[in-house]
């Protein structure tokens, strides 16, 4: 299993929307819709921000929003603040036969 | 307060043995899918192993037959038994619950350093 494929940056500027790409395969992301999004600060523990590809949890902001189209999933940040500049993460379930979960390497959101 | 507390990181040698813990307040470990993800320094994040409500273990390629995720229902704690540690398991080690088993960390610990080096 390899890790999922996603920007090492992006940037935007307060106000503006982006969006960070994660990219899988037909054994992970396209086969499954069991795709989180983790929100990290530095040196502090990773934030679920988005699940089944999706859906909030409770307490996090309607400015995040998931998506996924085949093998590719997509965490869409609008109204870009400065407390959202940190690291993202995408994950994905990659089980067949067994458990497994893969991580994508991350991309580090700069607001300018 | 839901929420985990992990222990027990430190500074081993190669080849030496660690057990992580992870107490649970709030919620009961036993009730629910229960992880381990570690982030070596500067890195991204791997999952490592997890544990199902039922029981069921499973491991990630990179460190099955060397660590061992286990719990203590009574204590409300998760472990992870490390041996033959290598250089490449040097990192930061959070523990995680998925509420909803459906690969959604919900509730993460603040991480214990394990640091392999002689």
């Known amino acids: 299993q390899s890790a999922l494929t996603q920007p090492a940056s992006v940037s935007g500027s307060p106000g503006q929307s982006i969006t960070i790409s994660c990219t899988g395969t037909?054994?992970?992301?396209?086969?499954?819709?069991?795709v989180s999004w983790y929100q990290q600060h530095p040196g502090k523990a990773p934030k679920l921000m988005i699940y089944e590809g999706s859906k909030r949890p409770s307490g996090v902001s309607n400015r995040f929003s998931g998506s996924k189209s085949g093998n590719t999933a997509s965490l869409t940040i609008s109204g870009l603040q400065a407390e959202d500049e940190a690291d993202y993460y995408c994950c994905s379930y990659a089980g067949s036969s067994t458990f497994y979960v893969v991580f994508g390497g991350g991309t580090k959101l700069t607001v300018l | 307060e839901v929420q985990l507390v992990e222990s027990g990181g430190g500074l081993v040698q190669p080849g030496g043995s660690l057990r992580l813990s992870c107490a649970a307040s709030g919620f009961t470990v036993s009730s629910n899918y229960m992880s381990w993800v570690r982030q070596a320094p500067g890195k991204g994040l791997e999952w490592v192993s997890v544990i199902y409500s039922g029981g069921s273990t499973y491991y990630a390629d990179s460190v099955k037959g060397r660590f061992t995720i286990s719990r203590h229902n009574s204590k409300n704690t998760l472990y992870l038994q490390m041996n033959s540690l290598r250089a490449e398991d040097t990192a930061v080690y959070y523990c995680?619950?998925?509420?909803?088993?459906?690969?959604?960390?919900?509730?993460w610990g603040q991480g214990t350093m394990v640091t392999v080096s002689s």
């Open positions: 995680a619950r998925d509420k909803w088993e459906a690969n959604a960390f919900d509730i």
């Open positions: 037909s054994s992970d992301v396209g086969s499954y819709n069991l």
